[in-house]
């Protein structure tokens, strides 16, 4: 009785490390970015896919392009296209420049010193306990879930601006999960949606 007891113990145990790991795995992901730790992102992230994934978002983003999802070239204005031809191979380079295990940290710094001078936006989260701060970060995930055994995505609002996630999915490899495509989706509000409107009539 007393072995079956154990056995059951181990796999709850079990069962609970394996569904923990990947919310670890990002949690850790995101710590080493705040401090700088490209070991531990050079390991965790599959740097190839993330690229990949990231470029249509920061392309639509530098340049200013509207939503890919609804739009189409026959819609789009000769501008529009001319920007989205040319400015993708600019946008590209800098996405395989910067999105880098040293690249990131550097970028998430200067992010933080921008806010912090020229948005005059103090971080108060440097101030928090580790606790308040897993609790603030659990508050902006938007969708958790497995998709499969090895497969795990996480949708989470970006600290400063809700209307826009980040969309992403960890694999399971026999060193452990790693972050293997990001993604980011802008949400249409209801004052962008008037706004459109406005803008078409």
Do not use: H
């Amino acid at each position: 009785m007393k072995r079956l007891v154990l056995l059951a113990a181990l796999c709850i145990l079990a069962a609970a490390a394996y569904v923990g790991s990947p919310f670890v795995t990002a949690w850790s992901i995101r710590e080493a970015v705040r401090n700088g730790n490209s070991d531990y992102l050079a390991s965790a992230i599959e740097w190839g896919g993330v690229r990949r994934t990231l470029k249509p978002a920061i392309a639509q983003i530098a340049l200013n392009l509207p939503d890919p999802e609804p739009a189409t070239a026959a819609n789009q204005s000769l501008w529009t296209r001319f920007k989205a031809y040319w400015g993708q191979g600019m946008v590209d380079g800098l996405v395989d420049k910067y999105v880098t295990p040293e690249g990131l940290p550097q970028l998430f710094t200067l992010r933080q010193t921008y806010r912090s001078y020229v948005a005059s936006d103090d971080d108060s989260s440097n101030k928090l306990t580790l606790g308040e701060r897993i609790q603030r970060a659990w508050a902006r995930v938007r969708r958790a879930e497995f998709t499969s055994l090895t497969s795990f995505e996480i949708d989470m609002e970006d600290k400063y601006d809700p209307t826009r996630l980040y969309l992403g999915k960890l694999e399971l490899f026999p060193a452990g999960w790693k972050l293997t495509e990001l993604r980011v989706k802008f949400l249409t509000t209801a004052k962008n949606a008037i706004d459109k409107f406005t803008d078409i009539n």
